[in-house]
């Protein structure tokens, strides 16, 4: 399953990355999300540029990647890495924001012990946009 970013979304973006010096809490438009990717370990990313995104997508599907104007935004994402099964998924919860740093939260969903999920790997992800003028990007996992 894959998003794109909306005129609405990215404005919605913009406004909250332009209160300069505040702290903001937003959720940031997805770019792509989903179980099967071909990043099969973890890692957190943050692209700034075209050819780094056309470099992270060739290695994560064979799908034609979405586009992202890097004149206006910087892609952040969590792949998981590879899961034994379906039932897994990773969500992008939250960006606080301060000026040019964001945190950006996560939550790893797992499958329940009591859940019946088809047994296949998996490789859950999500990436979303944030204004470009973000420079310092941490992440932080939190609990679902």
């Known amino acids: 399953m894959m998003s794109y970013l909306g005129i609405g979304a990215m404005a919605q973006l913009l406004f909250f990355a332009s209160v300069a010096g505040t702290f903001q809490e937003l959720v940031p438009p997805t770019v792509a999300q989903g179980t099967t990717s071909g990043i099969t370990e973890a890692r957190q990313v943050v692209v700034r540029s075209a050819a780094d995104w056309?470099?992270?997508?060739?290695?994560?599907?064979?799908?034609?990647?979405?586009?992202?104007?890097f004149s206006r935004s910087v892609v952040a994402g969590v792949f998981l890495g590879s899961r034994p099964?379906?039932?897994?998924?990773?969500?992008?919860?939250?960006v606080s924001m301060q000026g040019t740093r964001a945190i950006v939260q996560f939550v790893e969903h797992r499958p329940g012990s009591d859940d019946i999920v088809a047994q296949m790997l998996t490789a859950p992800f999500h990436l979303v946009a944030l204004p470009?003028?973000?420079r310092d990007v941490s992440f932080q996992e939190t609990k679902p």
């Open 54 to 69: 056309r470099a992270l997508w060739a290695a994560h599907s064979p799908q034609a990647a979405p586009d992202v104007d």
């Open 132 to 134: 470009n003028s973000v």
């Open 85 to 94: 099964s379906a039932g897994f998924r990773v969500e992008i919860t939250n």
